[in-house]
Nanobody
Framework: QVQLVESGGGLVQPGGTLRLSCTAS????????MAWYRQAPGKQRELVAT???????IYADSVKGRFTISRDNAKNTVYLQMNSLKSEDTAVYYCKIKIGLTDYWGQGTQVTVSS
């Protein structure tokens, strides 16, 4: 069993910042890729950012220059620093980790950007 616990979501004004965290626990061996996805109401889930075990990153065009993904391998934790937030960033954010060939998802954390 692998559990993912996310935290850090909330309500923020446009231009504000939030930092999401996701920590994995349980029957964990080597975590390969860690990622953040998001799903806005009425839309499909989309990739926000990924990070490999070695630190290589990929970002969605919509968040480049504003969001930063990072990880602490010793703590089995992935972070998403979100700056200059916009109303269109409002969504439920999910973390995903890959162990071997298996993907594990967090329960999601709501991010709402509104004045």
């Amino acid at each position: 069993q692998v559990q993912l616990v996310e935290s850090g979501g909330g309500l923020v004004q446009p231009g504000g910042t939030l930092r999401l965290s996701c920590t994995a626990s349980g029957d964990i061996s080597l975590i390969n890729t860690m990622a953040w996805y998001r799903q806005a109401p009425g839309k499909q889930r989309e990739l926000v950012a990924t990070i490999t075990r070695g630190g290589g990153t990929i970002y969605a065009d919509s968040v480049k220059g504003r969001f930063t993904i990072s990880r602490d391998n010793a703590k089995n934790t992935v972070y998403l620093q979100m700056n200059s937030l916009k109303s269109e960033d409002t969504a439920v954010y999910y973390c995903k980790i890959k162990i071997g060939l298996t993907d594990y998802w967090g329960q999601g954390t709501q991010v709402t950007v509104s004045s």
